[in-house]
């Protein structure tokens, strides 16, 4: 643990601002390095019984135009845990997922409404920059998605346009090692990306997010373009980036989010009337992936995971 | 083509796994058609460069490099025109290509997409198909006359930038647009901003097929004749252009080839305007394999 902080302490970025609350955690910056406001008042009680709440979601709805994608949404995700998003198509969780890097803020159409708290700062009030939000909240894609170019250099973005200033180099080693590619790739980095195979160009792509040093990590469906093997590969880092990071993961895969994840959000899809066949997503229920997957509170949660419907 | 249609049971009992009769005869004949068409398109071109091979080798000589134009067919030369076509082709290349991209970064990175955008699109779309000489004109009252210019390598070089920027446009657009969304998102999600992800990822990851495309516009422009010979462009002179004298009075090599075609003597006629009409064309031969080994070179697995 005392060689996990040490490396992370050569990537973590001038902003990043420790509340000093406890040594053993890695800079929760309780208070985001973008909220320009002093409520500090409540910004440093947040331990609950569940733990640290990182983003606090009340009431979320997406639109896309006139039609909704996800409909009131509410639910918490906690700190250094690992939530799953499942449910069937067309349910929302990839829209859902991309709300919290405000990465819905590119599609001209999509709209956001309800809050979204990410450790008491609304993530979606005017003073926020969405650029800013995209730094400290990471996201892996579905389909690995390597710049054109060398390792290194897909590995030196995101530090490079942060103006961290940091030592490129040790920022390439640590997010490699922490990505478990290191040994695979230290000695090709100036080689393309494209080289690697699909599953170290995915294990690249968490590499590189891990390079500006963000708090969580966002996961669309990072698996679904990769064999069982590489698969098993991702799942065991993300276990691994679990320590230290806060992860939501987006996934079709039920016994992926069983193997993985701390805790399951199921998702639905319901059709807007009778004759309007258009459909939206809807929060099912969240809870204890164990529990999720063994006593559901909800008859459509136990019909999906069962496999009688979706 | 014919649709093949699943043989049943019994027919392939009947005649194994040959195909049904009329579709080999189909098949063969329509691949006859399309060879036939591809072999007249190949053969006016194999004409064309026997034909003017054998009129113009004999011409072609160092002298006929580096000789300025001359009343005497055997000591004339093309200098005049080939320091002009590569003066011109600097200058248009330096105008193109700040201008070409930017637009074209612009409208596919930037650009709301709107009605006036759908506009701007649909403008620049219908300015590649205008005529040259169009562009001549344009170039006579707005460079020669209007802004002053006169009949000067600026000029020359403005009007044929006027000519081939909506097509380096359109290139650089279709460039951009055939890099993956992914590629944006990437960048995106680590915290560039939309500037940073389109200088620095978008845009390198397009630059060979622009490139491609900047060459291919630019071998257009240097072979143009119609538009330059309007913007002031002279038949022939005494004096090499350099791309940094932007006011001297320019030709070019295709200006220089009209010229030797009109003058009254065969020799002038035939062979020193086939061996410019060579020189012209392994400069063109050039650029186009200069581009062809761009696109390989950086295809995307390089």
């Known amino acids: 643990m005392d060689q996990r902080m040490s490396e992370q302490q050569t990537t973590s970025s001038p902003v990043d601002r420790d509340t000093g609350k406890a040594a053993t955690q890695r800079a929760p910056s309780s208070r985001p390095a973008w909220s320009k406001d002093t409520e500090s008042g409540s ?70 409404s309800g809050r979204i708290n990410y450790h008491e700062q609304d993530l979606y009030a005017k003073e926020v920059d969405a650029v800013e939000v995209r730094r400290r909240i990471g996201m892996v ?61 995915q294990r690249l792509c968490i590499a590189r997010a891990l390079t500006v040093d963000p708090e969580v990590i966002l996961m669309d469906e990072p698996c679904s373009a990769l064999d069982p093997i590489a698969t098993a590969h991702i799942e065991d880092l993300m276990r691994e980036l679990e320590r230290d990071y806060t992860i939501i993961i987006v996934t079709h895969n039920m016994q992926q989010a069983a193997r993985v994840s ?9 059709v807007e009337s009778e004759n309007d066949d258009r459909r939206f997503g809807r929060l099912v229920e969240i809870g204890d992936t164990s529990m999720i997957f063994s006593n559901p509170n909800d008859k459509r949660t136990e019909d999906y995971i069962s496999g009688r419907f979706g | 083509m014919a649709v093949a249609t699943p043989a049943r049971p019994h027919e392939q009992t009947d005649r194994g796994f040959r195909a049904p009769a009329g579709d080999t005869i189909r098949e063969k004949f329509t691949q006859l058609v399309l060879l036939l068409g591809t072999a007249v398109a190949l053969a006016v071109l194999a004409i064309l460069i026997v034909d003017i091979t054998l009129d113009g080798v004999g011409g072609l000589s160092l002298d006929f490099l580096t000789n300025y134009t001359s009343r005497f067919p055997e000591e004339t030369g093309i200098r005049a025109g080939l320091t002009g076509t590569l003066s011109l082709m600097v200058l248009v290349a330096l105008m193109t290509f700040p201008l070409g991209v930017g637009a074209a970064l612009y409208l596919e990175e930037f650009a709301p997409r709107n009605r006036w955008t759908r506009l701007l699109e649909a403008n620049i779309n219908n300015l590649a198909g205008v005529p040259s000489i169009v562009y001549g004109l344009l170039g006579l009252s707005v460079f020669v006359f209007f802004l002053g210019f006169g009949r000067s390598l600026i000029t020359g070089a403005l ?21 993956p969304r992914e590629i944006r998102d990437g960048g995106l999600a680590l915290g560039g901003t939309p500037l940073q992800v389109a200088a620095r990822q978008t845009l390198p990851a ?3 097929a622009i490139m491609t495309g900047m060459i291919l516009s630019l071998s257009r422009a240097i072979g143009e004749t119609a538009p330059i010979l309007v913007a002031g462009a002279v038949f022939s002179r005494r004096a090499d252009n350099e791309p940094w004298n932007l006011n001297e009075a320019y030709t070019a090599i295709p200006i220089q080839i009209f010229d030797f075609v009109k003058r009254p003597q065969a020799e002038f006629q035939v062979e020193v305007a086939s061996a410019a009409i060579l020189v012209l064309m392994v400069l063109l031969l050039i650029m186009n394999s200069a581009a062809i080994i761009i696109r390989n070179r950086y295809s995307r697995n390089g």
């Open chain 1, 43 to 112: 910004a440093g009680d947040q331990a609950t019984a569940e733990g640290d709440i990182v983003f606090d979601v009340r009431d979320v709805s997406v639109h896309y135009g006139s039609a909704p994608a996800l409909v009131n949404v509410s639910l918490k995700i906690r700190q250094r845990e690992i939530t799953a998003f499942i449910g069937p198509s067309g349910c929302g969780k990839s829209t859902f997922i991309r709300c919290f890097n405000r990465t819905n803020d590119l599609i001209p159409t999509a709209k956001v």
């Open chain 2, 159 to 179: 009007t044929l930038t006027a000519l081939v920027l909506p097509v380096v446009i359109v290139a650089s657009r279709e460039a951009l647009r055939a890099v």
């Open chain 2, 206 to 208: 397009a630059i060979p």
């Open chain 1, 262 to 270: 701390d805790r399951t959000a199921f998702f639905t899809a319901e």
């Open chain 1, 141 to 201: 894609f579905q389909k690995p998605n390597p710049f054109p170019k060398s390792i290194y250099d897909n590995l030196t973005f995101g530090p490079k346009v942060n103006r961290m200033k940091v030592n490129l180099d040790e920022v390439v080693e640590t997010s490699l090692r922490r990505a478990a590619l290191w040994d695979e790739v230290k000695n090709k980095l100036k080689q393309n990306a494209y080289s690697l195979s699909g599953g170290q160009q």
